[in-house]
T-cell receptor, first 111, second 112 residues
């Protein structure tokens, strides 16, 4: 099925470091969403973006909706151990409510 | 608690068997989506129901089927199970629009 390209595939960082991941698509999306999945749990919505160029923060998380509407990035500042998990981007196309998910970025944080 | 309830949480069954996974959506949500997540893989969309009717189909095998009942809960039926069907199965619900989906905590299916 259709998926968004997400990079990097995995990251191993030290506690306190900043993290950046991005998502690209060949299609235009009207909405970009970022989810986090803890081990053995369902994905939980972190941030939603609705306008091209929009920059939105949620605590230590910042996400941007790319100007071309074909990409988005997520930054996590000052990482902590509980940031461990899989981060998924997701896009919604115009005139549909179907979410297309990225391939995921697996984040490991070492103390 | 996300408001989306999935049962059972774990299921172990033998090859060739049939199982039913159940999902109760968040109150007020009319859409239900089913996803499959194999080990270390992404989320593969299986099927969507909206207010009792099938709305979209993804990579769902013919051995799998789903339905949404008048009370809006949904069931995913998996039959003639194979070892490769072992995965996490997630249900999500939404009210429509651009607010994304709310996911349940999943059912882990192990086929032995």
């Amino acid at each position: 099925g259709q998926q968004l390209n997400q990079s990097p595939q995995s990251m191993f960082i030290q506690e306190g470091e900043d993290v950046s991941m991005n998502c690209t698509s060949s299609s235009i999306f009207n909405t970009w969403l970022w989810y986090k999945q803890d081990p053995g749990e369902g994905p939980v919505l972190l941030i939603a973006l609705y306008k091209a160029g929009e920059l939105t923060s949620n605590g230590r998380l910042t996400a941007q909706f790319g100007i071309t509407r074909k990409d988005s990035f997520l930054n996590i500042s000052a990482s902590i151990p509980s940031d461990v998990g899989i981060y998924f981007c997701a896009g919604i196309s115009y005139n549909t409510d179907k979410l297309i998910f990225g391939t995921g970025t697996r984040l490991q944080v070492f103390p | 608690d996300s408001g989306v309830t999935q049962t059972p949480k774990h299921l172990i069954t033998a090859t060739g068997q049939r199982v039913t996974l159940r999902c109760s959506p968040r109150s007020g949500d009319l859409s239900v989506y089913w996803y499959q997540q194999s080990l270390d893989q992404g989320l593969q969309f299986l099927i969507q129901y909206y207010n009792g009717e099938e709305r979209a189909k993804g990579n769902i095998l013919e051995r799998f089927s789903a339905q949404q009942f008048p009370d809006l809960h949904s069931e995913l039926n998996l039959s003639s199970l194979e070892l490769g069907d072992s995965a996490l199965y997630f249900c999500a619900s939404s009210a429509g629009g651009l607010d994304g989906y709310t996911f349940g905590s999943g059912t882990r299916l192990t086929v032995v």
